[in-house]
């Protein structure tokens, strides 16, 4: 038997409907705040990735799904969003009449990582963008919306963490402090720390090994190195938090180790999934739209895990399970062939029907309405059929109504809409 391959998953009815749900929600809020769906390909020039992302990170080193195309050129399974939003931004020239465009958008990546709970090797994200716009508003809006998402989805064991990483300018002191106490323990490092110390000294501090993250405990803050208008920006995204009621932790040690990376960096945190882990993470990289040959514009944007969100909200997948509304136990050739017919005609009205068309006993068919979770059951046999006269079962209730055969969609339709009259 041929089986899934490992780190992927499947998206089976019953949860599929609970994804939805989450799509929906998602998608009212984000248009709400103005933002517009953009869908980009999931397979890029390999080239899009290794310059934003950064060729020395693992995700380009070790878990990108690369491959040469036929002509012997580069490609890759979209590791994350990011990128191709900035990419068709530029190339789509968006920016020339108003270059501020906000994104949002939903579906899968790839990373060939270790799998484990809530993370996959396909996983999908829920991203939103903001381009051409540097006011810090538009910060502590994004964290606004977010903590107002998870609040929607029933997330409650949330936490947003929050952080400043400067500019280039607030760097260069900040590098050389770092670079000093990395000398003082470049031993206590891991191998990936001691090969980035020299070049990009901020990763060390990005880095997940539980021993260097207890090294670097004591690593000093950018907040501490920033220039007036770094400083400033970051006051007013937290007085803006503030006053919108959001409650946030200042963390020192959440950094992204990319130049084009600035001032505020964010992350939600849960605990629904066992240790303390991220769900959401975001924040500027003013300097990603120029690196990718584009004009000097800021941004700053957020994605969220929609596999670990799926898990974490309270919504539950039975809730939005689609159950037939009606069922119609149809016994005979000619009852059989109108059956046929009337559900056909239901579907296209707006009503969730089903039928057995396999010709099996009334009794069976009523199991198989009991198993799917069908509110009504129209009963119609050869009996009805002379009469003229259906039996339409309530199977909560199983109050039973003769109804008419003539017309019969139309009066199903009436009474499922308006079952108290």
Request: net charge neutral; hydrophobic share 35%; charged share 30%.
């Amino acid at each position: 038997m041929i089986q899934l391959i490992r780190g992927f998953k499947d998206i089976l009815p019953g949860e599929a409907e609970l994804w939805q749900e989450i799509e929906k929600i998602s998608r009212s809020l984000f248009e709400d705040f103005g933002f517009k769906e953009i869908r980009v390909p999931i397979m890029e020039k390999t080239e899009l990735f290794a310059r934003s992302i950064g060729e020395n990170t693992d995700i380009v080193e070790k878990e990108m799904y690369t491959f040469p195309d036929r002509k012997g050129d580069l490609i890759t399974l979209r590791p994350e969003a990011t990128a191709s939003i900035v990419r068709s931004y530029i190339q789509h020239k968006m920016y020339a009449q108003d270059p501020v465009k906000k994104f949002y958008t939903i579906g899968p990546m790839f990373r060939r990582e270790r799998p484990q709970k809530g993370r996959y090797r396909q996983f999908y994200q829920i991203n939103a963008e903001v381009l051409g716009l540097e006011s810090p508003y538009i910060d502590a809006q994004l964290i606004y919306m977010l903590i107002t998402l998870f609040k929607r989805l029933s997330v409650n064991d949330i936490t947003a963490h929050i952080n400043s990483l400067g500019c280039p300018k607030c760097r260069p002191d900040f590098r050389s402090a770092l670079s000093k106490l990395l000398n003082t323990r470049i031993d206590d490092l891991c191998e990936d720390c001691r090969r980035r110390s020299d070049k990009n000294p901020l990763r060390v501090l990005d880095c997940k090994v539980p021993k260097c993250r207890e090294t670097m405990t004591d690593a000093p803050s950018l907040l501490d190195y920033l220039c007036p208008e770094c400083s400033s920006h970051f006051e007013t995204v937290k007085t803006s938090l503030e006053k919108l009621g959001i409650l946030f932790v200042v963390d020192k040690s959440l950094v992204r180790g990319l130049d084009y990376y600035t001032r505020t960096t964010f992350e939600i945190l849960t605990g629904s999934l066992g240790a303390q882990s991220a769900v959401a993470g975001g924040g500027r990289y003013d300097g990603l739209i120029k690196t990718l040959d584009g004009p000097d514009l800021p941004a700053i944007g957020f994605a969220i895990g929609f596999d670990r969100l799926a898990e974490i909200t309270s919504l539950k997948n039975s809730d939005f399970e689609q159950k037939p509304e009606v069922f119609i136990a149809a016994l005979g050739d000619q009852c059989q062939d109108k059956a046929f017919e009337w559900c056909c005609i239901l579907g296209t009205q707006g009503i969730k029907a089903e039928m057995d068309m396999e010709e099996k006993s009334l009794k069976s068919q009523m199991k198989k309405a009991n198993r799917l979770g069908a509110g009504h059951v129209l009963i119609f046999g050869q009996d009805e059929l002379e009469s003229g006269k259906a039996l339409l079962r309530n199977m909560a209730t199983k109050e039973q109504t003769e109804i008419s055969v003539e017309k019969i969609p139309d009066q199903v339709k009436a009474i499922l809409k308006n079952p108290s009259k």
